[in-house]
């Protein structure tokens, strides 16, 4: 240090070991002496500053304490010194794409530089403080993403144009909390027709439908777009429009509709103010809009509006019903090309100050505090923060499982009086960054796929626990993310079951033509995609560039031809008598019965059991592929099981509205195990008395005080006795039951255990 004395001159530093003192080393800059400004001295002070901080990148320290130089006895004012440092440090950051610089601690012995420094931090760098919170929404420079940024940023998921958020969400749109839900209706605004009114009205309460007969009395026509109130919704209002049917003979027209209407749904709303929408998928149910076309088309619909208009409405939603899961999965998919393939991407600033800390993006945080003794404590960040490799953990009921606890010490310093409350603050603020979503799930849990999901609690750095559900706890942007991993790995496991379902049932191979005796199976994935696109009748099946003729039953693929060959292993069930005729290609018919011996039957059960309800309707599910489903799990357990009876005929199932649509579709899956009762184990109940189904805990009354009920055919196989911790069968049994020798409640844990023949509607 004293060989370098004479060298150095005003502005210039050099860094010299630490010693004794809780750091890694000390920078000794030169400070220039005050006289009036006649000597340049802002000037030296500034780089003195800046110079400080290139010595810290160059070793690659990312904290570092600055007192308030030349302002003592060297005379610079306090009010120009501490101006000029924070502006200093301000020029320096604007000029780095990549710092390294984490911390920065402005410290001083004196209350009056602290607010000098205070002030000037509120001014240079834009931060408005608030006597009620600690936060600031402005962003500090240095962000790897936005090096020269300094304008407040908003949390966003775009490309390369502004505002608009486009979120991909697994759930009910009735669940939704934005400013508008849209719903897709029909032409005369009769909610109760069609699975997301029905959702809509459900929630909303008649008010909504009321609303709509008053409003609209001649309904609405194609198109067009009906406008209420939320009512009991988490919304402003609904969007009622009407979509035409899916046309063969002009597909482009009817997907420019498509476009349109949405970007007169996104006009509308902004012309009411609102700044948030959520669509549900439209066009995919009924109206039978090919679901493959639709991510492209909805995303680029909002993307397009975004573009052309500087718009206030910053979030749009695309919500997924969680039965839907091929439709989630081709949506995921869009968005994951999109964010990969064109830098569609999320970003997500979240604020915590300590004092006058802000955590923000690259700049970790910025620090005011004044030393009673005039000394710093600035610790090195290696020392503060555990980042050792987590421990192998595996994801057991109720257990967290993912990042262990990272620890940061934060140190206050502050009036003793003040204290509680900033300590108070912060926990506050820490708070509001976390949070918990829960996911339900129908699949195996196996321990191998708990293994994938303490992966992507590993990858997201949060924390997931597995119960009745699959919850995730941790910040809010790592949750977002990772809740869209794990819905994309359930949907993997769902297909993987339905692959190997499939596999015993039926077998593709292929062959060249030249060399028949070389027969080759197909992947269960590439069998289920085969057999799928066979049931529906089609004629071709496009699947990863290869083109599969069914009506030749061949491919080709590398200028050669192939044979493909389908090989019926168990054989499939004709459909029962009692079925009304299907078209080829229908999987599902949901049919009414009005007389006839299936009617008097159940009539007779409710007149005898329930004199006090009323039937309203019954209608038979005709659903091809549970049914197949089911008689091969029974044959399964007719081989497995030879000397008991494996079927109980006339069970019943109460439920809700809700769940109906889904029940209907993908049968009793494993997303309603638990859901009304765990006494015999957390599967899916089944009972012989009709008056215990029907019971309000099981079968709940809509609003209108309607209830349902299902009258199912049950595969119960081998019996053990059920208890409330029963998780998953033993070895070779098949059901639990309430009592072995005179059961009376059936609870099952198979996909295709049950099948539910009819439907009751019925009411007090």
Not at 65 to 81: D, M, Y
Not at 293 to 315: D, F, G, H
Request: proline fraction near 4%.
């Amino acid at each position: 240090m004293k060989e370098r004395r004479s060298e150095l001159k005003t502005g210039e530093v050099v860094s010299t070991k630490a010693g004794r003192l809780k750091c890694k080393t000390i920078i000794h800059a030169v400070r220039p002496i005050w006289n009036n400004g006649m000597d340049q001295e802002m000037y030296y002070l500034s780089r003195a500053v800046q110079n400080c901080l290139a010595v810290l990148e160059e070793k690659s320290y990312t904290s570092i304490a600055i007192p308030a130089i030349s302002t003592g006895i060297f005379g610079i004012p306090i009010e120009e010194g501490t101006k000029c440092t924070v502006t200093a440090i301000k020029e320096y950051l604007d000029t780095q794409t990549n710092s390294k610089i984490k911390h920065i601690c402005l410290i001083d012995v004196q209350k009056e530089v602290i607010r000098a420094f205070r002030h000037h931090l509120e001014t240079v760098f834009g931060i408005s403080k608030s006597r009620d919170t600690a936060s600031s929404n402005a962003s500090l420079p240095g962000s790897q993403q936005e090096p020269s940024s300094m304008t407040p940023r908003t949390n966003e998921t775009s490309r390369e144009y502004d505002g608009i958020e486009i979120n991909l969400m697994i759930d009910s749109i009735s669940n939704v909390s934005l400013d508008v839900i849209v719903n897709s209706t029909n032409k005369n605004l009769e909610l109760n027709n069609g699975s997301i009114s029905k959702f809509i009205l459900n929630a909303a309460g008649p008010e909504i439908q009321n609303e709509c007969n008053q409003r609209y009395p001649q309904g609405i026509s194609t198109s067009k777009i009906a406008v209420t109130k939320g009512y009991n919704l988490n919304c402003k209002n609904v969007f009622h429009l009407v979509l035409p049917p899916w046309d063969e003979n002009s597909p482009d027209s009817i997907l420019a509709n498509l476009t349109q209407i949405i970007t007169t749904c996104l006009e509308k709303a902004e012309r009411m103010g609102a700044k948030s929408l959520a669509f549900p998928i439209l066009g995919a149910g009924t109206l039978k809009y090919p679901i493959e076309e639709l991510p492209r088309t909805m995303y680029e619909a909002v993307k397009n509006y975004s573009n052309q208009n500087s718009s206030q409405i910053k979030v749009v939603n695309f919500v997924v019903y969680p039965q839907d899961t091929e439709i989630a999965k081709l949506f995921h998919e869009y968005l994951q090309n999109k964010q990969e393939n064109e830098g569609f991407h999320s970003k997500e600033i979240f604020n915590l100050n300590v004092n006058e800390e802000i955590i923000k993006q690259h700049l970790t945080s910025f620090t005011i505090q004044e030393s009673q003794d005039g000394s710093s404590d600035v610790q090195d960040d290696d020392e503060d923060i555990d980042d050792k490799d987590d421990e192998d953990e595996e994801i057991e009921d109720n257990v967290s499982a993912g990042q262990k606890d990272v620890g940061v010490t934060l140190k206050f310093f502050a009036e003793y009086k003040n204290l509680d409350n900033a300590i108070e603050t912060v926990k506050k603020e820490y708070d509001s960054l976390l949070t918990t979503q829960k996911i339900p799930f129908d699949v195996d849990l196996t321990e191998s796929r708990k293994l994938s999901l303490r992966d992507i609690s590993r990858t997201h750095k949060i924390q997931i626990s597995v119960s009745d559900t699959i919850t995730i706890y941790g910040r809010q942007s790592h949750v977002k993310d990772a809740k869209l991993s794990v819905q994309s790995l359930l949907m993997e496991f769902k297909e993987t079951e339905e692959e190997t379902l499939i596999k015993e049932m039926v077998q593709w191979s292929y062959f060249d033509e030249n060399f028949p005796e070389n027969l080759r199976m197909f992947s269960d994935k590439k069998n289920a995609k085969l057999e799928r696109a066979y049931l529906q009748k089609k004629k071709f099946l496009d699947w990863n560039k290869i083109k599969y003729d069914f009506q030749k039953m061949s491919f080709r693929l590398g200028g050669r031809e192939f044979k493909i060959k389908r090989k019926q292993i168990l054989k499939e069930e004709p459909i029962p008598d009692t079925w009304s005729p299907m078209e080829d290609g229908e999987l599902i018919k949901i049919v009414p019965v009005k007389n006839g011996p299936e009617y008097d039957d159940i009539e007779a059960t409710f007149r005898q059991n329930l004199p006090s309800y009323r039937i309203i309707k019954i209608e038979r599910i005709q659903n091809k592929t549970l049914y197949h489903g089911y008689q091969a799990l029974k044959r399964k357990f007719e081989v497995e099981n030879p000397n008991i009876t494996n079927e109980v005929d006339g069970l019943w199932h109460g439920t809700a509205e809700g769940s109906i649509e889904g029940i209907n579709k993908s049968g009793f899956n494993r997303s309603y195990c638990g859901k009304n009762a765990t006494a015999f184990g957390n599967g899916v109940y089944f009972a012989r008395r009709i008056h215990y189904s029907a019971n309000d805990k099981y079968s709940v009354p809509d609003a209108n005080k309607t209830k349902r009920i299902y009258k199912c055919s049950v595969l119960v196989g081998r019996m053990m006795q059920g208890h409330r911790r029963l998780k998953v069968l033993q070895d070779s049994y098949n059901s639990a039951v309430d009592d072995i020798q005179r059961p009376r409640i059936y609870v099952v844990f198979h996909d295709f255990q049950a099948y539910p023949n009819y439907l009751i509607t019925f009411s007090v």
